[in-house]
């Protein structure tokens, strides 16, 4: 008895008290939550982009238990004759649609799983282009940002020089006095003015250390036709799931609900880390902009 399959007896004799003749079925799902919970900081390195390897790792470190998973189920071994339902756990779909058909006790089984999986991947699908949907816009609005920033700091220009002068009046004390507080409130302007292309200068800076890398129309159009293409690639668990045996089917949808649920979980906690930077940054600019106005 390997390692894998002793594992697997053991904590389906810990639930067989509550789920009966399906214990090992729930091990198996409990056994892959196992696993990607040991690969979880895997994982969240590959989300960060630490290193190009570190994308690939959970996937292949997966391999070898899924291995072990379809050869416990598909050669000779105590765990054949264990059943989720009504159907054995080494079944596979041809062999339940042998026994009663695409509608008979087993074949609502494996129904059942292609259904749970084709929903896991409907999810995965949406996410992914909605994430390829979100990339391009961040890239294009990279690209505006410095032109934007370009066009307010020329727009200023005028401003200031319009500030430095002040048209004469009539000679004499009076038009000398007026003449001298118009050159002050001119300086006045001048400075605040500064202060301000200042302020957005650095800010522009910030913004533009901070952005995406800006891409080309054929890099974005790529990105485009990926976005909408790579998602579809999750159904493809659902034809592997029809030609494994039944053990290995549950594997697969528990792994796959597992990444499609982590990498949410992840993206979210960008996001709301995202907006927690952002809100001081805003708050700093508005305050200064303020101060420079008095």
């Known amino acids: 008895m390997s390692v894998f399959t002793h594992l697997v007896v053991e904590l389906g004799r810990l639930l067989e008290p509550v789920l009966a003749e399906s214990a090992t079925a729930a091990a198996i799902v409990l056994f892959t939550v196992l696993v990607r919970l040991a690969l979880h900081p895997l994982s969240r390195a590959a989300f960060r982009g630490a290193t190009p390897l570190a994308g690939c790792l959970p996937l292949l470190l997966q391999l070898p238990v899924f291995f072990l998973m379809y050869q416990a189920f598909s050669s000779g071994g105590e765990l054949l ?5 009504a159907t054995p756990l080494g079944s596979r779909w041809a062999d339940a649609l042998g026994e009663g058909g695409l509608f008979g006790a087993q074949g609502l089984v494996f129904l059942a799983l292609f ?8 999810w995965s699908a949406v996410r992914g282009r909605r994430s390829a949907a ?3 816009a961040a890239a294009a609005d990279a690209a505006e940002k410095p032109v934007a920033a370009q066009k307010s700091a020329a727009a200023r220009r005028p401003a200031v020089g ?7 009046g009539k000679a004499g004390a009076g038009a000398r006095a007026r003449a001298a507080a118009g ?3 001119g300086v006045a302007a001048a400075a605040g003015a500064r202060a301000r292309a200042e302020g957005g200068h650095r800010a522009g800076v910030g913004a533009g250390a901070a952005a995406v890398p800006e891409l080309s129309a054929e890099q974005q159009e790529v990105m485009r036709k990926l976005g909408g293409v790579l998602p579809l690639l999750s159904f493809g668990t659902l034809i592997t799931a029809a030609v494994v045996p039944l053990a290995a089917g549950l594997y697969l949808l528990t792994t796959t609900a597992w990444a499609v649920a982590e990498r949410a979980w992840l993206e979210r906690r960008k996001a709301r880390a995202a907006a927690r930077t952002e809100t001081p940054g805003t708050e700093r600019a508005v305050d200064g902009a303020a101060r420079s106005s008095l």
């Open 81 to 85: 004759s264990h059943r989720l339902f």
């Open 115 to 122: 259904g749970v999986i084709a929903v896991v991947a409907a």
């Open 134 to 136: 979100a990339a391009a």
């Open 162 to 168: 319009s500030g430095k002068t002040k048209p004469g």
């Open 183 to 185: 050159a002050g409130a």
